[in-house]
């Protein structure tokens, strides 16, 4: 019985889990989405479309810095994470905007 029990809480967290990053994750901000988003621009749109920012950091100056993170599969198991991030002023606008490798190619194993 106690076996049972627990496959059956095994099954249940790996079921939230599932749920929670499903309805979690909104749209994907990918490089070529990145391109086509103008200095100018409100970062309300990029959210509106896209969803909230990874990390939302003051930078000075008055700027904020909105990263977004952007996976790019390299090869069949081995990916690469990039920030694509929006300097913001005070009203809203995008006023700079970047790309950021973030530490070297990370294996992944989807088997």
């Known amino acids: 019985m106690?076996?049972?029990?627990?496959?059956?809480?095994?099954?249940?967290?790996?079921?939230v889990a599932l749920m929670l990053?499903?309805?979690c994750s909104g749209a994907i901000l990918t490089q070529n989405d990145f391109a086509t988003i103008s200095v100018g621009e409100t970062i309300?749109?990029?959210?509106?479309?896209y969803g909230?920012?990874?990390?939302?950091?003051?930078?000075?100056?008055?700027?904020?810095?909105?990263r977004y993170i952007e996976r790019c599969p390299v090869t069949s198991?081995?990916?690469?994470?990039?920030?694509l991030v929006f300097s913001v002023t005070e009203n809203g606008r995008i006023v700079d905007k970047?790309?950021?490798?973030?530490?070297?190619n990370m294996n992944v194993n989807y088997n």
């Open 98 to 104: 970047r790309m950021e490798r973030i530490g070297t």
């Open 21 to 23: 990053i499903v309805g």
């Open 44 to 49: 309300a749109n990029v959210e509106a479309v």
């Open 77 to 83: 198991t081995v990916d690469e994470f990039k920030y």
């Open 2 to 15: 106690a076996k049972i029990n627990l496959k059956l809480a095994s099954a249940l967290c790996v079921t």
């Open 52 to 66: 909230q920012a990874y990390d939302v950091t003051p930078s000075g100056n008055g700027l904020t810095e909105y």
